[in-house]
């Protein structure tokens, strides 16, 4: 159960209407992670903030930014964002099978975007630290270092997203995303 109302943009407060409104837009649909956040005027304007940083100025396809925000959810156990990106992801080229394996940590149809995913995952699952060898498997399979500079906010921005989920209690209005198995 949420344990913070979704607003609509007409029930959301006045300071938060606009960048609802823009990101609703952008969406399709009012989400209710958007519509939550909507909430706290300032909760919602750090993550437009920091997804607009993103969207002007960062260099990664869909396929890598899904790539990135499956391995961050799934690390982090955020059962919204694992649904929303999976239909992102979809969207972006992916097929099902291969969201599955991005969750589950093993992505065999793209070496270069497993090591992208392996340095996602390491960041948030180690307040920040990357070993040597995952840094260094991510330079060998093509990404620059200004890529996995990069990737941080990529991290960061979904991070915030997994964690707010957690704290809100976020309610699902997206198809849920397949089990990872065993």
Same mark, same amino acid.
Request: glycine fraction near 2%; charge should be negative.
């Given at each position: 159960m949420p344990r913070i109302p979704a607003h609509t943009i007409e029930t959301a407060p006045q300071q938060s209407r606009d960048t609802l409104a823009a990101i609703s837009k952008r969406m399709g649909k009012t989400l209710n992670i958007h519509a939550g956040m909507a909430h706290s005027p300032v909760v919602l304007a750090t993550y437009a903030g920091m997804s607009g940083a993103l969207r002007e100025h960062g260099t990664f396809d869909?396929?890598?930014? =899904?790539t990135i925000a499956l391995a961050v959810g799934n690390q982090n156990d955020c059962h919204y964002c694992q649904s929303a990106h999976?239909?992102?992801?979809k969207a972006a080229g992916l097929s099902e099978e291969q969201t599955i394996a991005i969750r589950a940590g093993r992505i065999d149809f793209d070496g270069k975007l497993a090591a992208?995913? =392996?340095?996602?995952r390491q960041i948030a699952s180690s307040t920040g630290t990357v070993t040597d060898e995952a840094w260094t498997a991510a330079l060998a399979a093509g990404w620059s270092e200004q890529q996995l500079a990069e990737t941080? *906010?990529?991290?960061?921005?979904?991070l915030y997203t997994?964690?707010?989920?957690?704290?809100?209690?976020? =309610?699902?209005?997206l198809p849920e *995303?397949?089990?990872v198995g065993a």
């Open positions: 869909a396929r890598t930014r =899904e999976t239909v992102s992801a992208i995913a =392996e340095v996602a941080f *906010a990529h991290v960061a921005v979904n997994n964690y707010f989920n957690h704290f809100a209690g976020t =309610e699902l209005d *995303a397949p089990a």
